[in-house]
């Protein structure tokens, strides 16, 4: 494994305060793999043997039921993978799957549990991007719960031009048969929200999108800190930022949970 590897993992908040000999027992038994686009890296039920650690590349995490298949999350570097499975020892709740040609750490779950069990500080870390999960599912609860399709849909993005640095011609970063499952429509809902926003200066070509009109946008979507993580915190929120997955902040770490 490359030096620049091991300092990028190293970087990541869940190993950053992790003692340097426990860091070292739990990467010297891992090992990089790179995968081609469209390779299924664990199916849903699978027992889960290793923790991934996307350092390039792509990865879809799909649910599926009775014939229907949704996407959860897609994930891009430098990301964690299936960690509550690991840390509970427990089958997989969702399959993983390259959507391009990706470089992945993978490091031995049983390692990753004695690590846990031995180092106090690493166990915080983990206690804290587990919490962190699962206030960005109350978000996505919510999101999902209290909005209509066009509203979802126009939170989405704003939320996309604030990761892009406030410009008005956005790039959609997903085909739109993904971004329908992950905003919860079907392709032809999230065509009919695209439409019935163009009254508030939604311009879409191909996988762009102009916002002609982001005031209008903005008071439509009624984006919310308790909702929206792209939102500003509140002042009673002490100014920090919260450290949550939904939607995606770039400034988090980013670990997707299963």
């Known amino acids: 494994m490359r030096d620049s590897d091991l300092d990028r993992v190293r970087n990541l908040r ?12 739990l990467t010297s038994a891992g090992f990089m793999q790179k995968f081609p686009a469209g ?17 390039d590349g792509v990865v879809e995490m799909q649910g599926s039921w009775n014939d229907k298949e949704t996407t959860v999350s897609v994930i891009r570097p430098l990301s964690l993978f299936i960690l509550s ?21 993978m490091l ?11 180092d106090g500080a690493f166990s915080l870390a983990v206690a804290e991007e587990l919490a962190g999960w699962n206030r960005a599912m ?9 909005r209509s399709a066009s509203e979802r849909l126009a939170n989405y993005l704003l939320q996309l ?10 790039r959609l970063l ?3 048969r993904i971004l329908a499952s992950l905003l919860g429509m079907t392709p032809e809902n999230l065509s009919r929200a695209f439409a019935a926003l163009s009254d508030y200066g939604v311009e879409v070509q191909g996988n762009e999108v102009r916002l002609t009109i982001l005031g209008a ?7 919310s800190p308790y909702i929206d993580n792209h939102m500003p915190p509140l002042d009673h929120l002490g100014g920090k930022a919260e450290r949550e997955l939904w939607p995606p902040n770039d400034k988090a770490s980013k670990v997707i949970f299963d």
Do not use: C
């Not at 499975?85 to 750490?105: F, G, K, N, Q």
């Not at 109350?138 to 209290?146: A, G, H, T």
């Open 85 to 105: 499975s690991v840390v509970l020892d427990a089958p997989a709740l969702m399959s993983a799957r390259t959507l391009e040609r990706s470089e992945i750490l």
């Open 161 to 170: 031009q604030v990761q892009q640095g406030g410009v008005t011609t956005l």
């Open 14 to 25: 869940l190993f950053s305060s992790m003692s340097e000999p426990h860091f070292a027992e």
């Open 138 to 146: 109350v978000r996505q609860v919510k999101n999902m719960k209290l």
């Open 39 to 55: 390779t299924t890296l664990l199916f849903e039920g699978d027992t889960v043997d290793f923790l991934y650690v996307l350092l």
């Open 217 to 223: 946008l903005r008071r439509m979507a009624k984006p």
């Open 108 to 118: 031995s779950a049983d390692k990753f549990r004695n690590a846990l069990r031995a």
């Open 174 to 176: 997903h085909e739109k």
